[in-house]
């Protein structure tokens, strides 16, 4: 298998997204009448959802979560009528989030996404593959994967050569992120309308920014086109990608709120091998890093994928100690295989998530403890898949204790922590994360969680 038949069946999966989650007929309330100003006018003809509710001037309650801390999020609520924007081109939205200078944007916005935007599709409406990328930069990931010789565990070339390699493809990694990633700026709402709004391909990056929500939307497979190969990355080697589906990067008071996020036409079941690894073409679906903090992600649907969400990048970043205050509730992980999450430093409240796996195939953890992290879970349920090890749900990466509360796995309550300690007697985990939540919405008796969950959680719910 080629990393070009590979790309292949990527670009395959993105058209296939494309042509499936085409937008239905608009439902009354969302028609698409002028857009003004190529679509970003004040939007006459367009519904802001369902009757009287307008979700882009909604705001965070007083008591969500860390995001409701220290003045709380408002997004782009205070807009003027000029930076409201209804959008149903990849394009479009760029040039309302700010075009080139979105990412240092200041000015309050709404954004409403109507209907699948595809982040390969071109200014002059032509889609890009991986190929446009190759030939673009003149990179050659075939070449690339091929320099490894996978019998040998060396590189074919030599190490100035391998460097070289490398850089050449970091070259080509920028000209994808040239098309498909895209910056969401400071006092920001981008907020999905009715039940079919979509973005697929896309890379979403709140990097530097303070005061945004994403709401009500799908954002689908975030592939990259160049995965790195990494042969010293545990026992085995790893591909390893650069792209999130929604990436929080160094930023402050964050509402990610009634969204589905997945891995789209490519899952990790669907993954290929090469060099005995699977070729993996995607990195979180939403990883806060970098000392953002007071985020708050409720009601999301978090798909079929492996590496889910991740706070906090490195063990190293001690710059984030202070910082990474996170709470994750009401979500739902559906088949994921880690990270859900994986925490280091930051004060994190995980409470009232369903997760739910049709596979043990994949799974690794669902709560990761890591370096110094502050871990408070409560009130979760788990439905495990049949071969799923409860003593699994916890793993340790370097933090010392976690606190659980709560925690139902299939019907019974069960310590998970408990379970993980019985498994590690001589390398247990404390019981006392060192903090106490305050700063949340009632939290729901463990066994309502389920149904609660599932009716009110993901894209499509609010709209």
């Excluded at 292949?8 to 085409?22: D, S």
């Excluded at 000015?107 to 209907?115: E, L, Q, W």
């Excluded at 925490?343 to 997760?355: K, P």
């Excluded at 340790?396 to 606190?403: K, R």
Aim: proline residues 3%; hydrophobic residues 35%.
């Amino acid at each position: 298998m080629t990393a070009r038949t590979v790309r292949a069946g990527v670009a395959l999966g993105v058209l296939a997204l494309v042509v499936a989650g085409a937008p239905a007929a608009a439902a009354e309330g969302h028609g698409h009448g002028g857009h003004g100003n190529g679509g970003h006018g004040n939007g006459h003809g367009h519904g802001h959802g369902h009757g009287s509710r307008d979700l882009g001037r909604q705001v965070l309650g007083p008591t969500d979560g860390w995001a409701a801390a220290e003045g709380g999020t408002t997004g782009g609520s205070a807009a003027t009528e000029e930076y409201v924007f209804h959008v149903d081109t990849w394009q479009e939205l760029r040039d309302a989030l700010g075009g080139a200078d979105a990412r240092t944007n200041q000015t309050p916005r709404i954004v409403y996404v109507h209907g699948e935007l595809n982040a390969y599709e071109q200014a002059d409406g032509t889609l890009a593959t991986c190929d446009t990328f190759e030939a673009t930069s003149g990179f050659d990931q075939d070449a690339y994967v091929d320099a490894f010789d996978a019998d040998t565990w060396q590189w074919r070339i030599p190490e100035a050569e391998v460097e070289a390699l490398q850089a050449a493809q970091d070259a080509a990694a920028e000209v994808q992120a040239a098309q498909t990633q895209q910056h969401i700026g400071s006092r920001t709402t981008v907020v999905g309308v009715g039940d079919d709004a979509r973005i697929v391909g896309a890379n979403l990056r709140i990097r530097d920014a303070d005061d945004v929500i994403v709401r009500n939307l799908t954002v689908s497979d975030s592939t990259d086109c160049f995965p790195e190969w990494d042969p010293g990355d545990g026992a085995t080697g790893n591909w390893n990608s650069r792209y999130d589906n929604i990436s929080v990067w160094t930023s402050t008071h964050v509402w990610v709120d009634h969204t589905t996020l997945d891995s789209g036409a490519v899952p990790p079941s669907a993954l290929d091998t090469v060099h005995g690894r699977p070729y993996e073409v995607h990195d979180g679906l939403l990883d806060i890093t970098h000392s953002s903090d007071l985020v708050t992600v409720s009601y999301n649907v978090f798909g079929e994928h492996d590496k889910t969400m991740l706070i906090g990048s490195s063990d190293s970043r001690t710059a984030d100690r202070g910082t990474l205050r996170v709470t994750v509730h009401h979500n739902h992980f559906v088949d994921i295989g880690q990270r859900a999450p994986r925490v280091r430093y930051g004060q994190v409240h995980v409470y009232n998530n369903l997760y739910t796996q049709t596979t043990a195939q994949g799974f690794t953890y669902f709560w990761g403890v890591g370096r110094e992290s502050q871990l408070y879970v409560e009130n979760n349920y788990l439905d495990l898949a049949p071969g799923a090890d409860p003593a699994t749900v916890v793993g340790a990466y370097g933090g010392t204790a976690m606190t659980e509360v709560g925690t139902r796995i299939d019907h019974r309550r069960v310590s998970a922590l408990a379970l993980y300690n019985a498994a590690h007697p001589d390398a247990p985990l404390g019981g006392d994360a060192g903090w106490e939540p305050v700063l949340h919405d009632r939290v729901q008796p463990t066994s309502a969680v389920r149904a609660h969950v599932r009716h009110k959680a993901g894209a499509g719910v609010i709209g």
